[in-house]
């Protein structure tokens, strides 16, 4: 009896002995613990103003960097030739810059702008700008081959026929008038200058069928003498981006040629008039697409959503031939393709 009593004691004693260990050891993991967790929180304390501060210094770096934006383009907004508001007038200095820096624009987009008429002299550049009148300079080129192959010179077509001259031009349309204009330019090349086209405006405006903007497509393209061609397209878009008001083709080409050094004004010709037959068109410019749009102030008269206005370009800008046959290195090397010759099928 007294032994097993002395055995329980034993293990009650061995028990407690237990249960105060499993205490101590919890103790010892919990004072682990705690003391873990007071070095992190050493730790946080240590580094949280040096995180504060990174923090500060990377807020601070955007905010100057979007202050530098902003004044940039503050800047570049003040810089930059803008449109004059509907009904505020502009400033001629304001009026030179903003047409010099269209033009600029335009040479990016057309650098192998050129004379879309197919010559190759100035007698043959004569008749086919007589005979683009009223049509297209495709249609003219699809049409001259025949033409010259037939009377190369001005003395051939001097003497030919009208009845066959008319046949071959029936295409061109007001194949009576522009018959009758080209025998009698030509017979005046041979009563007056020997044959040859001159190389003055005064000369050239006296033979029948040509006036100034004739005689500045020969000058500038046949002879290298600067000259402003104001046709249809020309009027439109300078009217339009209200470099001028006039409607007179001889007062357009007067006050354009003021806002343009004089050397200028066969390059901004072609500008003008192949931005106005490729995108700036008369009834509906695809402006969505418009390299030019922030400097115009007819901005949204036409198409300004992008995928529906390149649908409005036409020739190359389009994907379709252009309208020479035989047209410049730099147009093909562009992207450019011939125009087919007449009779066949076109892309256009």
């Known amino acids: 009896m007294k032994a097993a009593k002395k055995a329980a004691v034993k293990k009650t004693a061995v028990k407690k002995t237990a249960v105060e260990k499993t205490a101590v050891e919890k103790s010892a993991v919990e004072k682990a613990a705690a003391k873990k967790t007071a ?134 349309g007001f194949f009576r008038a522009k018959t009758k204009s080209v025998i009698g330019l030509s017979k005046g090349l041979v009563e007056q200058f020997g044959g040859e086209v001159p190389g003055r405006l005064e000369d050239l405006v006296k033979l ?69 037959r490729r995108m700036c068109h008369a009834r509906k410019p695809a402006c969505g697409v418009c390299p030019i749009a922030p400097l115009c102030p007819a901005y949204g008269e036409g198409e300004t959503d992008p995928e529906k206005a390149k649908k409005l370009l036409k020739y190359e800008k389009g994907g379709f031939p252009g309208q020479r046959l035989k047209p410049p290195q730099a147009y093909l090397d562009a992207g450019g393709r011939p125009a087919p010759p007449l009779g066949a099928v076109s892309g256009t």
């Open 39 to 172: 070095a992190k929180k050493t730790a946080a304390k240590k580094t949280a103003p040096a995180a504060k501060k990174a923090a500060a210094k990377k807020t601070a770096a955007k905010k100057t960097a979007t202050a530098k934006k902003t004044a940039a383009v503050a800047k570049a907004a003040v810089e930059q030739p803008q449109p004059p508001p509907a009904g505020k007038p502009e400033s001629p200095a304001a009026l030179v810059r903003r047409a010099r820096r269209i033009n600029r624009e335009l040479a990016e987009v057309y650098p192998y702008a050129h004379p879309e008429l197919d010559f190759e002299n100035p007698f043959q550049l004569l008749v086919a700008t007589v005979l683009s009148a009223q049509t297209t300079d495709l249609r003219v080129n699809q049409t001259t081959p025949t033409l010259f192959a037939k009377y190369p010179t001005p003395e051939d077509l001097a003497a030919a026929n009208p009845e066959e001259v008319e046949e071959i031009l029936r295409p061109c």
């Open 208 to 276: 029948p069928g040509v006036g100034r903007k004739t005689a500045f497509v020969v000058l500038g393209n046949a002879f290298g003498r600067p000259g402003i061609t104001v046709d249809t397209h020309f009027q439109r878009l300078v009217r339009r981006w209200r470099w001028t008001a006039e409607t007179d083709p001889d007062k357009i080409e007067a006050a354009v040629g003021a806002l343009f050094p004089k050397s200028d004004w066969t390059d901004l010709s072609h500008h003008v008039i192949w931005h106005g």
